[in-house]
């Protein structure tokens, strides 16, 4: 194929290639923006807090789609003799150039049609062959859609702060989970550790503060449910015991734990009156812990009898202690619950403090609105209420207040209108129908 055939078709490809990837890359911009448009103006009604990165990624992999298809697979070679001769006005000769160029053996007539084609292109430039930009009406609906997905993304929407109340939302439920899980991790018993476990996972998945208010009252109901009724008359009991002890101490150590431990070591050591009173002393005990703690009385009781009895106390030493650490667990146990319950309680509270400074937030401008509003009503009636009045008066002399005029010496009625406020007039010191202080002509107003 001759040279300047081969080069115009070269040439041509590359404009081409050009040419498609911008009007290809516009056009899909336009659409994936249109489309984004109207996900966005759904995502401002509804939350959707992935629209707009979604948005984005479908603009990106679109574009790089399209950059991909058109530079991966170019147009062939008769592809562009045809678009050289549709745009360039070559009659068919390059397109006819190509096909015969491939055709072997070629005729003298063949021949000479490639070389006046060769002739041809050799003088052509690509003067008119095309803009590398769609017509401005692509372009326009492209920008049309490009700034309606920028005018929805951009400003605040509904959905924006529903997504942001959310996210406050969800950060105070997990600040109180946290709280609960630390409270787990320090409790006694497993049952209260698994329940406040339980506790911290529904508020990370509650849908409000309300529901999870709802949930905190429902563990402190549960915990509740938990508690030992005797735990409270048990622990008052051993710190009574425990007060004795501090006043009579029954053996070595400052806790009755460590008291009746160091007992059972030295009970065989021990001399007939030192086993006497060591008796008397577990016997007293165990008349203070008897109907709060039967058990343990019980223990000590028995320990007590072997005692003054002489006989090895050891064993029942060992159930007394036995049943000692049983009702210092009970009481660990329940104090253990007591906090839980404080710590449930105290979350709740704070969840409901939340929910309080959260609406009072949203209810701000609205409350200052209405309240100015009513205010200048109020006082422009009171004002134009005071300042209007009529007073009629009776006789002549005296003082007038507030517009009505009293005194004596005649019946005749007049009327004073426009009296506002409270006033003195001279006495009169005429007859009672005369006023020295007017004309004379005019003295006698009530003959």
Request: proline share 4%; hydrophobic share 40%; no cysteine.
């Given at each position: 194929?001759?040279?300047?055939?081969?080069r115009?078709?070269?040439s041509?490809?590359?404009?081409?290639?050009?040419?498609?990837?911008?009007?290809?890359?516009?056009?899909?911009?336009?659409?994936?923006?249109?489309?984004?448009?109207?996900?966005?103006?759904?995502?401002?009604?509804?939350?959707?807090p992935?629209?707009?990165?979604?948005?984005?990624?479908a603009?990106?992999?679109?574009?790089?789609?399209?950059?991909?298809?058109?530079?991966?697979r170019?147009?062939?070679r008769?592809?562009?003799?045809?678009?050289?001769?549709?745009?360039?006005?070559?009659?068919?000769?390059?397109?006819?150039?190509?096909?015969l160029?491939?055709?072997?053996?070629?005729?003298?007539?063949?021949?000479r049609?490639i070389s006046?084609?060769?002739?041809?292109?050799?003088?052509?430039?690509?003067?008119?062959f095309?803009?590398?930009l769609?017509?401005?009406?692509?372009?326009?609906?492209?920008a049309?859609?490009?700034?309606?997905?920028?005018?929805?993304?951009i400003?605040?929407?509904?959905?924006?702060?529903?997504?942001?109340?959310?996210?406050?939302?969800?950060?105070?439920?997990?600040?109180?989970?946290?709280?609960?899980?630390?409270?787990?991790e320090?409790?006694?018993?497993?049952?209260?550790?698994?329940?406040?476990?339980?506790?911290?996972?529904?508020?990370?998945?509650?849908?409000?503060?309300?529901?999870?208010?709802?949930?905190?009252?429902d563990?402190?109901?549960?915990?509740?449910?938990?508690?030992?009724?005797?735990?409270?008359?048990?622990?008052?009991a051993?710190?009574?015991?425990?007060?004795?002890?501090q006043k009579?101490?029954?053996?070595?150590?400052e806790?009755?734990?460590?008291?009746l431990?160091?007992?059972?070591d030295?009970?065989?050591?021990?001399?007939?009156?030192?086993?006497?009173?060591?008796?008397?002393?577990?016997?007293?005990?165990?008349?203070?812990?008897?109907?709060?703690?039967?058990?343990l009385?019980d223990?000590?009781?028995?320990?007590?009898?072997?005692?003054?009895?002489?006989?090895?106390?050891?064993?029942?030493?060992?159930?007394?202690?036995?049943?000692?650490?049983?009702?210092l667990q009970?009481?660990a146990?329940?104090?253990?619950?007591?906090d839980?319950?404080?710590?449930?309680?105290?979350?709740?509270?704070?969840?409901?403090?939340?929910?309080d400074?959260?609406?009072?937030?949203?209810?701000?401008?609205?409350?200052?609105?209405?309240?100015q509003?009513?205010?200048?009503?109020?006082?422009?009636?009171?004002?134009?209420?005071?300042?209007?009045?009529?007073?009629?008066?009776?006789?002549?002399?005296?003082?007038?207040?507030?517009?009505?005029?009293?005194?004596?010496?005649?019946?005749?009625?007049g009327g004073?209108?426009g009296?506002?406020?409270?006033?003195?007039?001279?006495?009169?010191t005429?007859?009672?129908?005369?006023?020295?202080?007017?004309?004379?002509?005019?003295?006698?107003?009530?003959?």
């Open positions: 194929m001759p040279e300047p055939i081969t115009i078709i070269k041509a490809r590359r404009r081409l290639q050009r040419m498609y990837l911008w009007r290809r890359v516009i056009a899909v911009i336009g659409i994936v923006a249109a489309a984004g448009a109207l996900l966005l103006g759904i995502a401002r009604q509804v939350v959707m992935w629209a707009e990165p979604a948005v984005v990624v603009v990106i992999a679109s574009v790089l789609g399209v950059m991909a298809w058109t530079l991966l170019p147009p062939t008769r592809r562009v003799a045809l678009e050289v001769d549709q745009r360039l006005s070559g009659r068919d000769q390059i397109s006819t150039a190509v096909e160029a491939e055709k072997e053996p070629r005729s003298e007539i063949e021949n049609q006046r084609a060769a002739s041809w292109a050799e003088a052509r430039s690509f003067d008119g095309g803009k590398l769609p017509g401005w009406r692509v372009i326009a609906l492209t049309l859609a490009i700034g309606a997905a920028l005018a929805l993304a400003p605040a929407s509904p959905a924006d702060a529903a997504r942001a109340e959310r996210q406050q939302i969800e950060e105070i439920l997990d600040a109180q989970a946290v709280i609960l899980e630390e409270a787990a320090e409790a006694a018993t497993e049952e209260i550790a698994e329940r406040l476990r339980e506790a911290a996972e529904e508020l990370r998945e509650a849908a409000s503060l309300a529901d999870a208010e709802r949930l905190l009252g563990t402190r109901q549960e915990l509740q449910e938990l508690e030992d009724p005797a735990a409270l008359p048990l622990k008052t051993l710190a009574g015991m425990e007060r004795k002890l009579d101490p029954l053996g070595d150590g806790t009755a734990q460590q008291q431990q160091s007992l059972r030295e009970a065989g050591e021990l001399t007939d009156a030192e086993r006497q009173q060591a008796a008397q002393q577990l016997s007293d005990l165990a008349d203070g812990l008897e109907g709060a703690a039967g058990d009385s223990a000590l009781q028995d320990a007590a009898d072997q005692l003054e009895a002489g006989g090895d106390a050891t064993a029942a030493l060992d159930g007394a202690l036995g049943e000692l650490s049983d009702a009970r009481v146990a329940s104090g253990d619950l007591a839980a319950q404080t710590t449930v309680r105290q979350a709740q509270g704070d969840l409901a403090d939340a929910a400074s959260i609406g009072d937030g949203q209810g701000q401008g609205q409350g200052q609105g209405q309240g509003g009513q205010g200048d009503g109020d006082g422009q009636g009171q004002g134009q209420g005071q300042g209007d009045g009529q007073g009629q008066g009776q006789g002549q002399g005296g003082n007038v207040t507030g517009g009505n005029v009293s005194g004596g010496g005649g019946n005749n009625q004073v209108t009296g506002v406020g409270q006033g003195d007039v001279p006495d009169p005429g007859p009672g129908d005369e006023d020295p202080a007017v004309d004379p002509a005019r003295s006698t107003v009530f003959d």
